[in-house]
């Protein structure tokens, strides 16, 4: 074994202890005794895991299916082999029906306690390919994203191929919900230690206090509401990843001591006086500009280096507009078998109109735009919805919103607001469909007379000569017959 395997031996007899002492060491294991069931809690309670535990059934005090309960209360996936003098059934039924992994009756055979110890990594195994398998599932769609997405994300997906394996600490960057959580599923997915835990931990969702005992647990007592111990993320983690998420939003008391566990891969619960080793790799990610916070002292600087080994840097959606189609299918087709719907077909226009959106939202904002579209089923709808987003959009971005808004009164300037946004509405609907105004007015879900009217109050008719076809004109005259425009409204250069 190129690591030792750590066994603790429980029993009150010393020949028994010694005998498994010298055995089980010479077999090249790292061997613990203790001699009661209490001492044994209090070691596990403390966050020690051993790879094996040996149990005595009949000890005085606290017997060893009583201990073996109270072990399980603390962590189900302890692998625990129960010793006896007794091959009672009831005893052995209920140690197993407890979670013991086998059940030995004394005097046993050193072939029998290899054959147990062998089932209990075979069970461990089995346990974390589960369980790597479930982690692999919920994040198998994103994955395929990455590999039919855009030109960054695929230069993206081949850095994490490369970065994965290199077990260091990485750095994530980029906008909130353009999907540092994904890559840093990945990396881990493709990393040595995909088959152990992947924790993921909010900074940001936490005052510091709390978020310090997340991570880092606590003993019984060490604050008010401590009634018993709690590992933290960092011990749930061992032999994992660990993933930081809004690393910047830590205080930076918190930075420092994290800086410290990195440094020396050792740590105390809150209120501990035992030091704790660990062996996890950390993924931090951040939406903050960097170098920024660090100027402000808002991200420590010797923090960011320690973790900024290796980075990667996940580019908005809007930067990459010929992935949104693509995305928008693969939400479609999640959210429609989410709610039992049979997937739609989206209009070309409610694509293009969401690939010409700038989706500040980043991937959440455009899922749940997609949520609403499967839940109501309205394709014009959502189109008008994403023309109102862009109106919107435009008018409130940082370049044009404090001049109006001092010069105008308000009614003024939600009247000049919602003008602006429905004559660009109206000019984008008459050049998809060549200046047909009939389409253009079942396009944007108004009548015939309606688009007509608003044409010549926007001036959109002038200067126009020339453009549209025979065809469309055909199907002008068609419309003018069904739905006549009063007089008064008519457009320039018509008679009604």
């Known amino acids: 074994m190129s690591e030792k395997e750590r066994i603790l031996v429980v029993d009150d007899e010393p020949?028994?202890?010694?005998?498994?002492?010298?055995?089980?060491e010479v077999e090249g294991y790292e061997v613990e005794t203790v001699v009661s069931g209490q001492e044994a809690i209090e070691k596990i309670e403390a966050g020690d895991r051993p790879d094996f535990i040996i149990l005595d059934v009949l000890m005085p005090e606290l017997n060893g299916l009583e201990t073996l309960k109270q072990l399980m209360m603390i962590d189900r996936s302890l692998n625990v082999v129960m010793l006896s003098c007794s091959n009672e059934v009831g005893n052995v039924v209920e140690a197993i029906r407890l979670g013991?992994?086998?059940?030995?009756?004394?005097?046993?055979?050193?072939?029998?306690?290899?054959?147990?110890?062998?089932?209990?990594?075979?069970?461990?195994?089995?346990?974390?390919?589960?369980?790597?398998?479930?982690?692999?599932?919920?994040?198998?769609?994103e994955d395929l994203c990455f590999l039919a997405a855009s030109p960054q994300m695929v230069r993206i997906r081949q850095q994490i191929l490369q970065i994965a394996p290199v077990d260091v600490p990485v750095f994530i960057y980029?906008?909130?919900?353009?999907?540092?959580?994904?890559?840093?599923?990945?990396?881990?997915?493709?990393?040595?230690?995909?088959?152990?835990?992947?924790?993921?931990v909010n900074c940001a969702a936490l005052p510091g206090e709390l978020l310090e005992s997340e991570l880092f647990g606590?003993?019984?007592?060490?604050?008010?509401?401590?009634?018993?111990?709690?590992?933290?993320?960092?011990?749930?983690?061992?032999?994992?990843?660990?993933?930081?998420?809004?690393?910047?939003?830590?205080?930076?008391?918190?930075?420092?001591?994290?800086?410290?566990?990195?440094?020396?891969?050792?740590?105390?619960?809150?209120?501990?006086?035992?030091?704790?080793?660990?062996?996890?790799?950390?993924?931090?990610?951040?939406?903050?500009?960097?170098?920024?916070?660090?100027?402000?002292?808002?991200l420590r600087e010797d923090l960011y280096y320690r973790l900024n080994v290796l980075s990667i840097n996940v580019p908005p959606l809007r930067e990459r507009t010929s992935e949104i189609p693509l995305l928008f299918r693969h939400f479609l087709q999640k959210y429609s078998e989410k709610f039992s719907k049979e997937p739609m077909n989206p209009s070309q226009h409610l694509l293009e109109a969401a690939v010409r959106?700038?989706?500040?939202?980043?991937?959440?904002?455009?899922?749940n735009f997609v949520k609403r579209y499967v839940i109501l089923e309205d394709d014009e709808g959502s189109f008008r919805e994403l023309l109102e987003m862009s109106a919107t959009r435009q008018r409130t971005s940082p370049r044009e919103e404090a001049a109006p808004a001092r010069e105008q009164?308000?009614?003024?300037?939600?009247?000049?607001?919602?003008?602006?946004?429905?004559?660009?509405?109206?000019?984008?609907?008459?050049e998809k469909t060549h200046w047909c105004r009939k389409d253009a007015a079942k396009m944007l879900g108004?009548?015939?007379?309606?688009?007509?009217?608003?044409?010549?109050?926007?001036?959109?008719?002038?200067?126009?000569?020339?453009?549209?076809?025979?065809?469309?004109?055909a199907k002008e005259k068609e419309a003018a017959k069904a739905d006549p425009v009063p007089e008064g409204l008519a457009p320039a250069g018509r008679q009604s």
Not at 263 to 284: E, K, T, Y
Not at 357 to 367: A, I, K, S, T, V
Not at 446 to 458: G, V
């Open 15 to 24: 020949s028994i202890r010694k005998y498994l002492g010298t055995l089980l």
């Open 409 to 430: 009164g308000l009614k003024a300037l939600v009247r000049s607001l919602k003008d602006e946004a429905e004559m660009e509405a109206i000019a984008d609907a008459l």
């Open 357 to 367: 959106y700038p989706w500040p939202g980043n991937l959440r904002e455009l899922e």
């Open 446 to 473: 108004i009548s015939y007379k309606a688009l007509l009217y608003k044409i010549r109050q926007f001036g959109l008719d002038t200067g126009r000569a020339g453009r549209g076809s025979s065809k469309a004109a």
């Open 174 to 200: 980029g906008e909130s919900g353009v999907g540092k959580e994904v890559v840093a599923r990945m990396i881990h997915m493709r990393s040595t230690r995909r088959n152990q835990a992947f924790i993921k």
């Open 218 to 298: 606590f003993e019984q007592g060490a604050f008010t509401g401590a009634v018993r111990s709690k590992p933290g993320k960092f011990e749930l983690a061992t032999k994992g990843t660990i993933f930081l998420d809004e690393i910047a939003e830590m205080s930076p008391h918190l930075q420092a001591k994290l800086l410290h566990v990195l440094q020396d891969h050792q740590f105390s619960r809150l209120g501990g006086r035992q030091l704790i080793d660990v062996d996890v790799r950390v993924l931090a990610a951040t939406n903050v500009e960097i170098q920024e916070a660090m100027k402000s002292g808002r």
């Open 100 to 141: 013991a992994q086998d059940y030995l009756t004394k005097p046993f055979e050193k072939a029998e306690l290899d054959v147990a110890m062998l089932k209990c990594r075979q069970k461990q195994q089995l346990r974390a390919e589960n369980k790597a398998l479930r982690e692999y599932c919920d994040t198998i769609t």
